[in-house]
């Protein structure tokens, strides 16, 4: 299917306007859960940081200009009756602005400059442009005029609180360009004209949304937005970031985190393998000394305060089988030696003396930071933490006979068997898993979807706990999708996180665990209702479960690649 090159419209409210490879976006969103009155160039450099705020004003007055604000992938756009003002990206790192019958005041978003925090502006002689340097992010962001008039400038070279910034006028056609830079580069000179970066722009992102979902079709009609999502969130390597990397947003979680990766990476894997391969293999580039992945990694900081559950066998797996690109022994050899070490720290830092089965020492390790599984206590075995790593320890084995380690196969299957035999005799309790404390051995169960991950074994399980796992997920199903708690709970909560909401992760797992155990009705009406709730409300971290409406960071990539698998294996089971 050919896109149309103009490429979907959204709501700048949702969705930043950015481009892939930029780590700057256009949007109100300032911070976690504020909205700005007017729209901002938000870094992502050191953090979130809304640099600088761009004001349309009236050309008459010089007031502030109540516009309409309007968006697609190449083109974002504030529309008056007296004019409008248009960006377009010119490159990663440059945006091009023009008005006609409107002003534009550049603003930096800080008022106060201190030693140590703010937004310095200067007008640089040896470029002739105007500057702002930003500590908090520490770069600088140059305005260029291309042509019109400056009506204004304001808090040139000044300290302490104040405003800074400049005025475009209005009084004819006007073009600028901005630039987020280090310390210096040569004076800006256009590449091209608005015109054509604009086309530019549309064109590269049709070329993306063509390669990365050549399937869709009126069917799946939320797939060019879910798309522009992905893209729009890539980053080019820079600071701790070493590959090329989709954001979890440029919203407020604008992080890798170490389970998240692996949706992305599969949903991009049949069109973009490269760009696939760099999202499964981010996180393990920054693996430590006990084989632990850290928890996130972003421009400028690693966390290892708490890590995430081992689903990277069960995406190998997958990954393999959508990848476009063959694998030879070293890309093969390189992941057999990463999935070793992740998978050797869970069977020995995050097993008690003694155990068969490794623990969480927090929700968060989990990735389902407040679920009622760990109400009772928080150093805790569960029987998902189990199933994911029986999932690892089969591919570890497939993947050592693929490389000539007979030895080191039968071992990873025997530990496979050994602790798939465990969680059932240990955590089984005959019609539900438990979970068990670490230090006190009692024993629980809740309420909590987490509680039938282990559906995700799919073949694996026996055929009358799966049966049993099916009835229980189908409880959790509303009208929108699996509820993270049961509705009936009375630890429910709409905006609950874990704890109520429906999110995309535990959604494609079960999925796909109930597939494979053979109950494809109850698979096929997950997906469907998940489809359908993308398609109505968006790509949101989370859903309430019983109305359907997006919750916290509404440009959440994992959510977006998630329909993409679903919508592209539900077109493709239509197709025979």
Same mark, same amino acid.
């Given at each position: 299917m050919t896109a149309d090159r103009s490429g979907p419209p959204?709501?700048?409210?949702?969705?930043?306007? $950015?481009?892939?490879?930029?780590?700057?976006? /256009?949007? %109100?969103?300032?911070?976690?859960?504020?909205?700005?009155?007017?729209?901002?160039?938000?870094?992502?450099?050191?953090?979130?940081h809304a640099v600088l705020s761009l004001v349309p004003l009236e050309g008459a007055t010089g007031d502030r200009a109540e516009t309409r604000v309007e968006a697609t992938p190449g083109l974002l756009s504030w529309i008056h009756p007296a004019g409008r003002v248009e960006l377009a990206y010119e490159s990663p790192d440059t945006v091009r602005l023009r008005g006609a019958g409107l002003a534009l005041r550049v603003l930096a978003t800080a008022r106060t400059l201190t030693p140590f925090s703010g937004t310095y502006f200067f007008h640089d002689a040896a470029?002739?442009?105007h500057v702002f340097t930003s500590y908090e992010t520490g770069r600088r962001y140059r305005v260029t005029v291309l042509c019109g008039t400056v009506t204004d400038t304001f808090g040139g070279q000044a300290l302490g609180s104040g405003d800074r910034g400049l005025t475009v006028a209005a009084d004819g056609p006007w073009e600028i360009a901005v630039e987020e830079l280090d310390t210096a580069r040569p004076p800006y000179a256009p590449s091209?004209?608005? =015109?054509k970066i604009v086309e530019t722009a549309r064109n590269s992102f049709a070329d993306f949304v063509d390669t990365v979902a050549p399937w869709r079709s009126s069917a799946t009609p939320a797939a060019e937005l879910a798309a522009y999502v992905v893209w729009s969130a890539t980053v080019r390597p820079t600071g701790l970031v070493t590959r090329p990397a989709v954001l979890m947003s440029k919203h407020w979680m604008d992080k890798v985190w170490s389970w998240d990766h692996c949706f992305n990476a599969l949903a991009l894997a049949p069109g973009c393998p490269e760009l696939a391969w760099d999202q499964y293999h981010l996180p393990f580039d920054h693996q430590d000394e006990s084989g632990a992945l850290p928890d996130s990694v972003t421009h400028s900081e690693i966390l290892h305060n708490f890590v995430k559950p081992p689903i990277? =066998?069960?995406?190998?797996?997958? @990954?393999?089988?959508? @990848? $476009?690109?063959? @694998? =030879? %022994?070293?890309?093969?050899?390189?992941?057999?030696?990463? @999935?070793?070490r992740w998978t050797g720290f869970w069977l020995t830092a995050r097993r008690a003396p003694g155990a068969e089965l490794p623990h969480y020492q927090h929700g968060n390790d989990s990735g389902w930071d407040n679920a009622t599984t760990f109400d009772p206590e928080r150093v805790v075995v569960t029987a998902d933490l189990s199933a994911f790593l029986v999932l690892q320890l089969h591919q570890l084995a497939e993947l050592a006979t693929e490389l000539g380690k007979p030895e080191e196969a039968r071992r990873w299957t025997r530990t496979a068997a050994e602790t798939q035999a465990a969680m059932l005799d240990q955590l089984w309790s005959g019609d539900r898993f438990v979970a068990r404390g670490v230090g006190t051995g009692?024993?629980?169960?809740?309420?909590?979807?987490?509680?039938?991950? %282990?559906?995700?074994? =799919?073949?694996?399980? %026996?055929?009358? /706990?799966s049966g049993v796992l099916a009835d229980r997920i189908e409880a959790h199903l509303t009208p929108y999708g699996l509820a993270t708690e049961l509705p009936t709970s009375p630890h429910y909560r709409s905006d609950g996180y874990w704890r109520g909401p429906i999110w995309a992760p535990a959604t494609v797992l079960i999925e796909d665990g109930l597939r494979r155990a053979g109950h494809h009705r109850p698979a096929?009406?997950?997906?469907?209702r998940f489809r359908a709730l993308c398609e109505t409300y968006g790509f949101a971290e989370n859903f309430d479960a019983l109305t359907g409406t997006g919750l916290r960071d509404r440009a959440y990539t994992w959510t977006a690649s998630s329909y993409l698998l679903l919508a592209e294996a539900h077109a493709r089971r239509g197709s025979h």
């Amino acid at each position: 299917m050919t896109a149309d090159r103009s490429g979907p419209p959204f709501s700048v409210r949702d969705v930043p306007f $950015s481009t892939r490879g930029s780590w700057f976006d /256009i949007s %109100p969103v300032v911070a976690e859960k504020t909205y700005a009155e007017d729209l901002h160039l938000v870094s992502h450099q050191n953090g979130m940081h809304a640099v600088l705020s761009l004001v349309p004003l009236e050309g008459a007055t010089g007031d502030r200009a109540e516009t309409r604000v309007e968006a697609t992938p190449g083109l974002l756009s504030w529309i008056h009756p007296a004019g409008r003002v248009e960006l377009a990206y010119e490159s990663p790192d440059t945006v091009r602005l023009r008005g006609a019958g409107l002003a534009l005041r550049v603003l930096a978003t800080a008022r106060t400059l201190t030693p140590f925090s703010g937004t310095y502006f200067f007008h640089d002689a040896a470029a002739d442009a105007h500057v702002f340097t930003s500590y908090e992010t520490g770069r600088r962001y140059r305005v260029t005029v291309l042509c019109g008039t400056v009506t204004d400038t304001f808090g040139g070279q000044a300290l302490g609180s104040g405003d800074r910034g400049l005025t475009v006028a209005a009084d004819g056609p006007w073009e600028i360009a901005v630039e987020e830079l280090d310390t210096a580069r040569p004076p800006y000179a256009p590449s091209a004209a608005f =015109g054509k970066i604009v086309e530019t722009a549309r064109n590269s992102f049709a070329d993306f949304v063509d390669t990365v979902a050549p399937w869709r079709s009126s069917a799946t009609p939320a797939a060019e937005l879910a798309a522009y999502v992905v893209w729009s969130a890539t980053v080019r390597p820079t600071g701790l970031v070493t590959r090329p990397a989709v954001l979890m947003s440029k919203h407020w979680m604008d992080k890798v985190w170490s389970w998240d990766h692996c949706f992305n990476a599969l949903a991009l894997a049949p069109g973009c393998p490269e760009l696939a391969w760099d999202q499964y293999h981010l996180p393990f580039d920054h693996q430590d000394e006990s084989g632990a992945l850290p928890d996130s990694v972003t421009h400028s900081e690693i966390l290892h305060n708490f890590v995430k559950p081992p689903i990277h =066998g069960w995406a190998f797996a997958h @990954l393999r089988r959508r @990848l $476009s690109m063959p @694998l =030879g %022994p070293a890309e093969l050899t390189e992941t057999y030696d990463r @999935l070793e070490r992740w998978t050797g720290f869970w069977l020995t830092a995050r097993r008690a003396p003694g155990a068969e089965l490794p623990h969480y020492q927090h929700g968060n390790d989990s990735g389902w930071d407040n679920a009622t599984t760990f109400d009772p206590e928080r150093v805790v075995v569960t029987a998902d933490l189990s199933a994911f790593l029986v999932l690892q320890l089969h591919q570890l084995a497939e993947l050592a006979t693929e490389l000539g380690k007979p030895e080191e196969a039968r071992r990873w299957t025997r530990t496979a068997a050994e602790t798939q035999a465990a969680m059932l005799d240990q955590l089984w309790s005959g019609d539900r898993f438990v979970a068990r404390g670490v230090g006190t051995g009692d024993t629980w169960s809740s309420s909590s979807l987490l509680d039938l991950m %282990p559906i995700v074994l =799919g073949e694996h399980l %026996p055929d009358d /706990i799966s049966g049993v796992l099916a009835d229980r997920i189908e409880a959790h199903l509303t009208p929108y999708g699996l509820a993270t708690e049961l509705p009936t709970s009375p630890h429910y909560r709409s905006d609950g996180y874990w704890r109520g909401p429906i999110w995309a992760p535990a959604t494609v797992l079960i999925e796909d665990g109930l597939r494979r155990a053979g109950h494809h009705r109850p698979a096929d009406e997950i997906s469907a209702r998940f489809r359908a709730l993308c398609e109505t409300y968006g790509f949101a971290e989370n859903f309430d479960a019983l109305t359907g409406t997006g919750l916290r960071d509404r440009a959440y990539t994992w959510t977006a690649s998630s329909y993409l698998l679903l919508a592209e294996a539900h077109a493709r089971r239509g197709s025979h």
